[in-house]
């Protein structure tokens, strides 16, 4: 668990005790939570088990969608970094053989995506 107690530092982490207060209901039996980042709205949440992306929809928050996609379903990812103009880094990840990818999200100066990129490539190559 040391590379994820070494990630918690970052700023778009969030403690283990909040996902699980927020999102506790979304596990299975047998299912811990190890990570979680904050977007704006959105969270990742990383399991033993898969990656549970939370989609807040809609100009009022009132709707929200919870994306569950397990580690050997994740084909490919990929991360763009911000540009001199470009405010935003974009992480990219494809679920099976699909052309365009299923996941796309942005992430704000404030969520270092390289962080986000290391725990996903933990779980998806190891």
């Not at 047998?30 to 992306?53: H, Q």
């Amino acid at each position: 668990m040391g590379l994820f107690s070494a990630l918690m530092g970052n700023v778009g982490a969030v403690s283990q005790n909040e996902v699980r207060k927020n999102y506790g209901t979304l596990l299975t039996a047998n299912e811990e939570i190890e990570m979680g980042f904050k977007l704006i709205r959105d969270t990742f949440i990383f399991t033993n088990k898969r990656l549970i992306v939370v989609d807040v929809q809609g100009l009022t928050g009132s709707k929200t969608e919870y994306v569950s996609i397990a580690y050997k379903a994740i084909s490919r990812f990929s991360v763009e970094t911000a540009g001199t103009f470009d405010l935003d880094a974009e992480l990219k990840i494809w679920v099976s053989s699909e052309t365009i990818p299923s996941i796309r999200k942005k992430f704000n100066k404030s969520v270092n995506v390289f962080e986000v990129q290391k725990v996903l490539a933990h779980h998806v190559l190891g």
